[in-house]
Nanobody
Framework: QVQLVESGGGLVQAGGSLRLSCAAS????????MGWFRHAPGKEREYVAAINWSGGSTYYADYVKGRFTTSRDNAKNTLYLQMNSLKPEDTAVYYCAAGSGSYYGPSRYEYDYWGQGTQVTVSS
């Protein structure tokens, strides 16, 4: 059974920072692409960032580019999302996702495993 568990969410003021973690268990993700998505009330779940199996290649949505950074530690089976210069519009539940293969990118339909989400709230 594959499990992804996010942590690190919370309440922060605009301009602040948070670091999300996603711990994977049940299988090794060393060969899997992974992604971050978010879901705000009244909106569709949207893509945030993606990273390839080695961590050597990353992609970001335009609205987080330059502010968010994703990385991974395959020895720890853990994915990270460093979020800086947070804005109220970043408020959402954040999810990590993993695929069964090497895909990493913006399509949520390419990911097979999802965490339960962690709430990020940015106050103005």
């Amino acid at each position: 059974q594959v499990q992804l568990v996010e942590s690190g969410g919370g309440l922060v003021q605009a301009g602040g920072s948070l670091r999300l973690s996603c711990a994977a268990s049940g299988r090794t993700f060393i060969s899997s692409g992974m992604g971050w998505f978010r879901h705000a009330p009244g909106k569709e779940r949207e893509y945030v960032a993606a990273i390839n199996w080695s961590g050597g290649s990353t992609y970001y949505a335009d609205y987080v580019k330059g502010r968010f950074t994703t990385s991974r530690d395959n020895a720890k089976n853990t994915l990270y999302l460093q979020m800086n210069s947070l804005k109220p519009e970043d408020t959402a539940v954040y999810y990590c996702a993993a695929g069964s293969g090497s895909y990493y990118g913006p399509s949520r339909y390419e990911y097979d495993y999802w965490g339960q989400g962690t709430q990020v709230t940015v106050s103005s």
